[in-house]
C-alpha cells in the first residue's frame, strides 16, 4: 500500500498553534485507500500545544533552509531551530515509511504550500512554501495542500 505523510492536524490531532484540529471530509477522501503517516513537525520539533503563532519573516521555507530567514512568534521569540529541526523529523519519517507524497495544512509556517503568512501577524498571504514543505520538496517527496480545508 502506497503511503503518504499527512499533517496530523488534518487528521483531527489537536496539535495547531490554538490547541485546535483542521480535520476534513475532503482529507479523509484524499487519502482513501493509502497508509497515513500522520506528523506534525512543530511539535516533533519541540514545541507546545498550545503555542504562540508563528510566521516566516524574510522569506519562504526555502529561504529558512537556506540561512536567509526565519521563524518566529508573535511575541519576536526566534523558534527557527524547532521548525527545522521538526522539517529534518518529518522528512526521516516520510523516509522511513516510504512517503513519495505529503497532504500538508495550507498557509502553515511548517507545512504550507503556495501560500503563507506575510511575517506582519496581520492575516495577509504572499507566495511562498513552509519550512517542512520545502525540505520534503526538495527531497524529492511531492507536497500538496489539503483539499477543502
Do not use: W
Request: hydrophobic share 40%; aromatic share 4%.
Amino acid at each position: 500500500m502506497e503511503a503518504i505523510l499527512v499533517s496530523a492536524c488534518l487528521r483531527g490531532v489537536p496539535c495547531r498553534f490554538d490547541g485546535q484540529h483542521k480535520a476534513s471530509s475532503g482529507v479523509e477522501e484524499a487519502v482513501t485507500g493509502r497508509e497515513v503517516v500522520s506528523f506534525c513537525p512543530e511539535v516533533a520539533g519541540g514545541l507546545a500545544t498550545p503555542r504562540r503563532p508563528a510566521e516566516l519573516v524574510g522569506g519562504d521555507g526555502y529561504d529558512v533552509l537556506d540561512g536567509t530567514a526565519r521563524v518566529v512568534e508573535d511575541t519576536g521569540r526566534d523558534v527557527t531551530a524547532e521548525f527545522l529541526d521538526g522539517a529534518q523529523r518529518a522528512l526521516a519519517a516520510a523516509r522511513h515509511r516510504g512517503c513519495t507524497e505529503a497532504l500538508l495544512m495550507p498557509r502553515s509556517p511548517s507545512c504550507g504550500r503556495g501560500t503563507v503568512h506575510d511575517g506582519s501577524f496581520a492575516g495577509r498571504l504572499v507566495p511562498g512554501d513552509g519550512v517542512t514543505a520545502a525540505l520534503l520538496e526538495r527531497n524529492g517527496i511531492a507536497v500538496r495542500p489539503a483539499p477543502g480545508v
